[in-house]
């Protein structure tokens, strides 16, 4: 065998367990356009260019047919590569949005690793008490009626705490949905303060032949990027995710 068509096997070999792999993370952990709103472009970069680019490269630089010790050099370059897509999978599953939270007129996305164990387990809500591993869930920041309560939460965020991160404040969407219709936009309304966001969501509805009459405008804020949330007037879930506004 020459060392192209090593090369070559291996690049197929590579970008198909890479494709697989990421394939599967990104179905699961960042629904819509999260990803790219979380900052993977640029961690999908390297980890493709580190397991699917430089592992098959160091494969055509090294391979010989009948070379001593060619199994083990091909070994140690596999190990690497799994190395790579471990380190690689690792990120990404820490960095996929948890759960989204609808904080007082607009949507957060906390990650997995910004939420703490002990958070985690003085979550009131069993749905809250652990990080998902199948996609984010739909919660609501319930702010504290008590005086006392309310003005930890406001010194929190004074101290520029994101309380989004706190599990147990969070309440099922489903039970607070009325309050998220109540605060989202209509379009016309979007149009007026956010044109910018406001064209993006009218060449969708437009592509898509939809009436604005049938989506409201909630904001999402992510790590990389702003996120047009259009919810169903009625129901208030989700029916669609645009990027509007890089940050």
Do not use: C
């Amino acid at each position: 065998m020459s060392r192209w068509r090593a090369s070559g096997i291996h690049l197929l070999i590579s970008a198909g367990i890479a494709a697989l792999g990421l394939t599967l993370m990104l179905v699961l952990w960042y629904p819509g356009p999260l990803f790219q709103a979380a900052g993977g472009n640029e961690l999908l970069f390297i980890l493709t260019g580190v397991d699917v680019v430089i592992g098959p490269a160091i494969t055509l630089a090294v391979f010989k047919a009948g070379k001593r010790g060619m199994k083990f050099d091909l070994a140690v370059i596999g190990l690497l590569q799994i190395a790579a897509l471990v380190y690689g999978g690792y990120v990404i599953a820490a960095s996929r949005p948890a759960f989204i939270v609808f904080v007082k007129d607009r949507f957060e996305v906390p990650a997995a690793i910004d939420l703490q164990a002990e958070d985690l387990a003085n979550a009131k809500y069993p749905q809250f008490s652990r990080v998902p591993w199948t996609g984010p869930k739909y919660a609501v920041l319930d702010f504290p009626t008590d005086p006392g309560e309310r003005s930890k939460i406001l010194q929190l965020e004074l101290n520029g705490v994101e309380v989004h991160r706190f599990p147990e404040l969070y309440v099922p969407y489903e039970q607070r949905v009325q309050e998220v219709i109540e605060k989202s936009l209509p379009i016309s309304r979007v149009r007026e303060t956010e044109p910018q966001h406001a064209k993006i969501i009218d060449d969708y509805l437009r592509r898509e032949g939809i009436p604005e009459s049938s989506v409201r405008y909630v904001l999402l804020k992510a790590f990389r990027a702003f996120v047009a949330v259009l919810i169903d007037p009625n129901t208030g879930h989700p029916v669609k995710m645009l990027i509007v506004e890089k940050i």
